[in-house]
């Protein structure tokens, strides 16, 4: 059970990162970006492209992207697209975080396109050759390096992320624009200049959350990283889509849940008290009738489906 639970952390870290800034962002513009999975993924192709087609040292595209592309793309996106939709209704919110969750995985397939035999070994944020990965062992566990890499980037930015918002004038200013941003800015807070900063921190950690994902999957596909949008709203939904703290550790929960599924899953429809009801369902897919089961009828419990 430890390999999963271990898968469950890294996934669940990948998540808490990808949470924070989704919460840092709405609470910030009370805009709820539905792209943010196709900024994590577009970072990372370009995060792909500097390395493994252009050439670059591996350190200095993870400065580039996470510091100079990622922080101007969110002030961009602030700026051209996000402020102007703090006080627009909530449909119009939501279609236009959509239509950028559309546009920009097609504009990054446009700029950097992607042979059809192309195979892809994506980098993270530790240098390593091409198709080697490295294992450590702590404390009896296996864990290989990219898994490490992603649990202490999750904790640093859980911790980092915390102390910003409790303890310096940019986490107050931030604090009190969420609060009370009228009664703010006549206290002399610049709430236009908080709100920028959140977006260019939530974009900066949907670049890292994107870099860590992508050699996690050994691949760059946009759908994955939709589904990291997914799992990061779960999160952020547990948190109140308020609570830094509540946020990382319901990610957490998400993760390990969904890194000892397959185990449950084995041991209990596979093997275990529930194989018969998997048996059921396959012979349903397959068209094959029962006693319990004629043909054509679809198979559904309603507790469990």
Not at 180 to 204: F, K, L, Q
Not at 247 to 257: C, D, E, N, P, V
Not at 276 to 303: D, H, M, Q, R, Y
């Amino acid at each position: 059970m430890t390999p999963y639970i271990v898968s469950g952390l890294v996934l669940g870290s990948i998540y808490a990162i990808s949470a924070l800034g989704l919460v840092l962002t709405y609470t910030s513009s009370r805009v709820f970006n539905f792209a943010y999975g196709a900024i994590a993924f577009s970072m990372a192709v370009l995060h792909y492209n500097l390395v493994r087609r252009e050439g670059w040292p591996l350190g200095l595209s993870v400065v580039f992207v996470l510091f100079v592309v990622a922080p101007l793309l969110g002030l961009f996106l602030w700026a051209a697209l996000f402020r102007r939709l703090a006080h627009a209704s909530p449909t119009v919110r939501l279609v236009s975080t959509v239509g950028l969750w559309v546009a920009l995985p097609a504009l990054t397939y446009l700029v950097f396109p992607f042979a059809k035999d192309e195979v892809f070994d994506p980098v993270g944020l530790l240098p390593k050759d091409a198709g080697v990965i490295d294992i450590y062992e702590i404390l009896g566990i296996k864990i290989n390096e990219d898994q490490l890499a992603v649990l202490i980037a999750a904790v640093v930015v859980a911790v980092g992320a915390t102390l910003m918002m409790r303890l310096t004038p940019l986490g107050l200013a931030i604090r009190a624009t969420v609060d009370h941003p009228r009664n703010a800015a006549i206290a002399g807070v610049n709430t236009d200049a908080a709100t920028a900063v959140s977006w260019v921190i939530g974009t900066m950690l949907a670049a890292l959350a994107g870099i860590l994902l992508a050699p996690i999957l050994h691949g760059l596909n946009i759908a994955f990283f939709t589904l990291l949008l997914v799992a990061s709203f779960a999160a952020a939904v547990v948190g109140k889509v308020r609570s830094l703290p509540l946020t990382f550790a319901g990610a957490m929960l998400i993760g390990i849940l969904q890194g000892i599924w397959p185990k449950i899953y084995a041991d209990v429809f596979e093997s275990g008290p529930l194989e018969g009801f998997n048996n059921w369902f396959a012979l349903n897919e397959a068209g094959i009738s029962t006693p319990l089961l004629s043909k054509g009828v679809t198979a559904s419990i309603p507790f469990v489906v």
